[in-house]
């Protein structure tokens, strides 16, 4: 029997970023555990596996070499959002729990979890063609020596556009959605960057969420 997958978000309310929802690492598996069955299900299954191969290879390089190709990269992925390794994963939940501060009700919460995946759907649909037509620009710089980080990364984007699309009409349409409050999760006082971003940090140590400071830091204004 299949076990169910939940995905758990936490929704942080601020004034400089608005609304924020963060998934621990732990909950983006972005593709399903099962035994893959039938031609495609396996091919997407491998491209999952050889996706999450090539991340482990970037991020710890084994040599100079893929160091600097990293620098690339790195510079190439601050242009992404933070959120798209959540949008992913849905695709292969069963529902999402939403952990809020508790003082919106539930069903608000819930309203402004479905906006943010209305307009991120609309963010990848874009961005799936956008790719898509700098297909044969990428191929032409496949000619010039040495490895084509472009037409790799471009590759990589149309691949993630295409999941993190699939998540979220999949959140919008099948995945249940429940909310519940916390009162640990309070919005961070006003004041300034600096002030919220301390804020933000003090609670991934209370809620044991060492990678939420980064994740803030990253979620565009």
């Known amino acids: 029997m299949k076990q169910r997958r939940v995905i758990r978000v936490y929704v942080i309310r601020c004034q400089m970023r608005g609304w924020v929802f963060y998934a621990p690492p732990e909950m983006l598996t972005a593709y399903?555990?099962?035994?893959?069955?039938?031609?495609?299900?396996?091919l997407l299954h491998r491209v999952h596996r050889i996706h999450d191969a090539a991340q482990t290879l970037l991020h710890e390089p084994p040599n100079r070499f893929w160091r600097g190709i990293r620098r690339v990269w790195q510079w190439?992925?601050?242009?992404?959002?933070?959120?798209?390794?959540?949008?992913?994963?849905?695709g292969h939940a069963d529902a999402v729990e939403l952990i809020h501060d508790g003082e919106l009700a539930d069903e608000a919460i819930q309203s402004q979890w479905r906006q943010w995946l209305a307009a991120r759907v609309g963010v990848h649909e874009r961005g799936f063609w956008l790719n898509i037509g700098l297909l044969p620009i990428t191929l032409l710089l496949g000619l010039l020596p040495g490895p084509n980080v472009f037409i790799a990364w471009n590759g990589l984007r149309l691949y993630v556009h295409w999941q993190a699309r699939r998540g979220g009409r999949r959140g919008l349409l099948t995945v249940k959605t429940v909310a519940r409050g916390d009162a640990r999760?309070?919005?961070p006082p006003y004041g300034?960057?600096?002030?919220?971003?301390?804020?933000?940090?003090?609670?991934?140590?209370?809620?044991?969420l060492p990678e939420l400071a980064d994740f803030y830091a990253r979620w565009p204004a």
């Open 185 to 187: 999760l309070h919005p």
């Open 76 to 90: 190439l992925e601050r242009w992404t959002h933070p959120g798209e390794g959540l949008l992913r994963a849905i």
């Open 32 to 42: 399903d555990e099962r035994p893959p069955s039938g031609f495609l299900d396996k």
């Open 192 to 208: 300034s960057e600096p002030d919220c971003q301390a804020r933000i940090t003090e609670l991934g140590h209370t809620l044991h």
